[in-house]
């Protein structure tokens, strides 16, 4: 919802702007506009407490207007109701289509927004109207010192000069940019590269095995008579070299953790707001129950550091999905509120009613229901389960067989019947080759009246399970809940499911259904072997009931 307003100013707050640093003689000219004409477009607005409003965009003209006329000044605004992921996103897009916002402040905006993308840089770069290369550019300034990125907002050096700076580990970024900005006149971006060389590939960081490196021309060490003293040994000059050695080190060992996690990825400066740490308590905790549930979650798993300085460090139990985790703690944090709030009391009042003198009466056992986002291979694999336990249902239950025929048909779904899979099923029941019945209704049905009862139940019950192949998944749910199947009657843990699960779903599958308890200390003592043995150990425990123990991501309530 929208609406146009005029609001006084100081009613009005700063916001989450992605712009810090206003330009003093820009602002002077700004203010001279103001006074002279008054704010002539609206800014964007969004309502906060009762009757204050927090800037999204236009925090430079509300700046200029509080200045000049005070805070009675009623100022033109667009008043939107949005979250704080919206804001940012409208916040960024706003100032980047005006003039002279800092690429340091684009690049922290443009950060918060891929994190809200769950670190898909295209759809990010739609988002934001730019170029794939532009958001990578961006996003790699926040590699950048606090100094440095203050200095380029403050226009002190050029943006060539940040982009190489970002290259460099954080710790020597600050005295680098101390000796650039010392100097009487500001060395070129060109110039400035050069002076990089030096430090920008230390060899000292490197992740990947350096043996080739000892006899190679582009060592710093080997360069001696060409630069003398003027560089250090043991920094690489061949930049391209030294990043795609890197990046083969980053992508084996991302590979080495897909056992582990059901998400690896390799992050990047910028990309610090695509994940978080998850925790059960605390100020961002999901709660123990829901933590536990997360480790089976597709958006669980570790990060790769490919940040200058961090080359390679491993960070585990990480979520993902900003947004997911965020609503989790939401969650967590209102069932407290709620099973924690006063009971309500009773009174009587002048009529001899009894009512409620509480306005938190709540139940005192409120909780959130753990959930999660499963990967597409445990979807696929439930999902011919499910088919397939529907199929043997209605090819043991006649009257049910009949219900689903009549109500697949009522509601359109008939169209799934298989007239291939039924013709194979009357091959094999009458021991001939049928090739197919298409447009050959007669002869379908001289076959099926010759054949006995017996047959012509079967392909009668047949009907409605031919079709369990070919329904969508909402409506194969909705027969398979209708009829109560019970899923412990046709499946139970087993190697095929196992397989198909990182370490961490494992864990967090035996967790729930009781099995790691079960085992006790040999839990952890079987989790540290490979897959193999890992599926044998945990399939062979003696004193475990597995019939009946169907885990939450096999059941017919997930989302």
């Not at 109207?129 to 606090?146: F, I, P, Q, V």
């Not at 409506?475 to 095929?496: F, G, M, N, P, S």
Request: charged share 30%.
């Amino acid at each position: 919802m929208q609406l146009q307003a005029s609001i006084k100013v100081g009613s009005i707050f700063p916001g989450r702007n992605p712009r810090g640093y206003f330009d003093p003689s820009e602002m002077a000219e700004l203010e001279e506009s103001v006074k002279s004409k008054g704010v002539l477009q609206a800014i964007l607005v969004r309502p906060r407490e009762t009757g204050r409003y927090e800037i999204v965009a236009g925090e430079r003209r509300w700046r200029a207007a509080k200045k000049v006329f005070g805070d009675e000044y009623e100022i033109p605004a667009l008043v939107r109701d949005l979250d704080d992921g919206e804001a940012d996103e409208a916040a960024l897009i706003e100032n980047v289509q005006r003039a002279n916002m800092s690429p340091t402040e684009e690049a922290e905006a443009a950060a918060k927004i891929l994190g809200r993308c769950q670190g898909d840089r295209d759809e990010t770069a739609r988002r934001l109207g730019w170029s794939r290369t532009t958001l990578d550019k961006r996003l790699a300034l926040m590699n950048c010192s606090e100094k440095v990125r203050r200095a380029l907002s403050e226009r002190r050096i050029q943006l060539g000069h940040a982009e190489l700076l970002a290259a460099v580990t954080r710790d020597k970024q600050d005295a680098v940019l101390e000796r650039l900005l010392s100097q009487v006149t500001l060395s070129t971006v060109v110039q400035f590269r050069g002076q990089l060389e030096q430090i920008s590939r230390s060899l000292g960081s490197a992740i990947f095995d350096r043996g080739e490196c000892a006899g190679c021309q582009h060592n710093s060490g080997n360069q001696q008579a060409l630069f003398g003293e003027a560089i250090a040994s043991g920094h690489c000059t061949h930049g391209s070299c030294f990043d795609a050695k890197t990046e083969a080190s980053l992508d084996a060992k991302k590979a080495s953790l897909s056992d582990e996690y059901p998400t690896t990825r390799i992050v990047r400066p910028g990309e610090n707001f695509t994940l978080l740490r998850l925790v059960a308590e605390g100020d961002t905790g999901v709660g123990e129950e829901q933590a536990k549930a997360c480790r089976a979650c597709k958006n669980f798993g570790a990060a790769i550091s490919a940040v200058p300085g961090k080359l390679g460090n491993v960070y585990p139990d990480l979520c993902f999905d900003a947004t997911c985790n965020a609503k989790k703690v939401a969650a967590r944090i209102k069932a407290e509120k709620e099973k924690n709030a006063p009971a309500a009391s009773s009174s009587k009042d002048g009529s001899g009613k009894t009512v409620s003198t509480s306005k938190s009466a709540v139940k005192s056992d409120a909780k959130t229901e753990a959930k999660v986002q499963d990967s597409q291979r445990v979807k696929d694999y439930r999902l011919e389960v499910w088919r397939k336990a529907l199929r043997r249902e209605l090819m043991t239950n006649r009257e049910s067989n009949l219900t689903v025929l009549i109500a697949l048909s009522l509601s359109g779904n008939a169209r799934h019947i298989s007239d291939t899979k039924l013709t194979k099923a009357l091959s094999a029941l009458v021991k001939q080759d049928y090739a197919s019945f298409t447009f050959k209704s007669d002869e379908a049905a001289k076959v099926i009246a010759k054949s006995d009862d017996a047959v012509r139940e079967k392909m009668f019950l047949g009907l409605a399970a031919s079709a369990a192949d070919g329904i969508e998944e909402k409506t194969l749910v909705q027969l398979l809940k209708y009829l109560d199947i019970d899923l412990a009657r046709h499946w139970k843990l087993c190697e095929d499911f196992l397989k198909l699960l990182t370490k961490s779903e494992i864990e967090a599958m035996c967790d729930e259904i009781g099995l790691k308890a079960t085992m006790g200390g040999a839990f952890a003592k079987a989790m540290n072997g490979k897959k193999d043995e890992i599926v044998k150990s945990l399939l062979n425990v003696v004193s475990f009931p597995y019939e009946g123990k169907v885990p939450r991501s096999m059941r017919f309530n997930v989302e």
